[in-house]
């Protein structure tokens, strides 16, 4: 199985503050990389998939780069509607798998 | 306006069965892979199973090969997940969602998360 660490798993910031989140898969994955934002009680939303190709209907602060083992999901300026936990999921190869998810909470 | 609906949670006993179902609108359900993931009490996300547009294609989490069935009736836009012999660890929200395939890589398929229902309930408790 491919895993996937994200980091940091808890990020404390600011509204307007420019946030990266990192995700590191175990091996290769090449841009087969979705991000996703889950708010408390909610079901999950795509924001970014093939690494680096936005959803439509999500704001362009959003953004995601890397390809093979390293990516970055950025928000370029942190929004209220924004505080909520995120994953990365690969689909290279069966099992799909996620990383374990990182928290935005407010500063 | 694309819709999913999960139904079939519930309480149920080690060892015992569910069927969960899930019912689709506003887009050619037949021509989209569906998948169920799952997410225990506080915890992450898991994919548990995927099943092609046709139905002829399955896979499955190795925590539940064997145990759980994905199946879908093309006629009635709805999918399933038949689960047996069920675990304390299967307790979980259950999300169905439909699966956007995609070129990556020259000519890889790839596949994502598009749409995700608001999951039901199932907890495996005695």
């Known amino acids: 199985d491919i895993q996937m660490t994200q980091s940091p798993s808890t990020l404390s910031a600011s509204v307007g503050d420019r946030v990266t989140i990192t995700c590191r898969a175990g091996?290769?994955?090449?841009?087969?990389l979705a991000w996703y934002q889950q708010k408390a009680g909610k079901a999950p939303k795509l924001l970014i998939y093939?690494?680096?190709s936005l959803e439509s209907g999500v704001p362009s602060r959003f953004s995601g780069g890397g390809s093979g083992t390293e990516f970055t999901l950025t928000i370029s300026s942190l929004q209220p509607d924004d505080f909520a936990t995120y994953y990365c999921?690969?689909?290279?190869?069966?099992?799909?798998?996620f990383g374990q998810g990182t928290k935005v909470e407010f500063k | 306006e694309v819709q999913v609906l999960e139904s079939g949670g519930g309480l149920v006993q080690p060892g015992g069965s569910l069927r969960l179902s899930c019912a689709a609108s506003g887009f050619t359900f037949s021509s989209y892979a569906m998948s169920w993931v799952r997410q225990a009490p506080g915890k992450g996300l898991e994919w548990v199973s995927v099943?092609?547009?046709?139905?002829?294609?399955?896979y499955y989490a190795d925590s539940v090969e064997g145990r759980f069935t994905i199946s879908r009736d093309n006629s009635k836009n709805t999918l399933y997940l038949q689960m047996n012999s069920l675990r304390a660890e299967d307790t979980a929200v259950y999300y169905c969602?439909?699966?956007?395939?995609?070129?990556?890589?020259?000519?890889?398929?790839?596949?994502?998360?598009?749409?995700w229902g608001q999951g039901t309930l199932v907890t495996v408790s005695s």
């Open positions: 999921q690969q689909c290279s190869s069966y099992p799909w798998t």
């Open positions: 091996q290769s994955v090449s841009s087969c």
């Open positions: 093939k690494a680096s």
């Open positions: 969602a439909k699966t956007v395939q995609f070129t990556y890589y020259y000519d890889s398929t790839g596949y994502y998360f598009g749409y």
């Open positions: 099943i092609s547009g046709g139905g002829g294609t399955t």
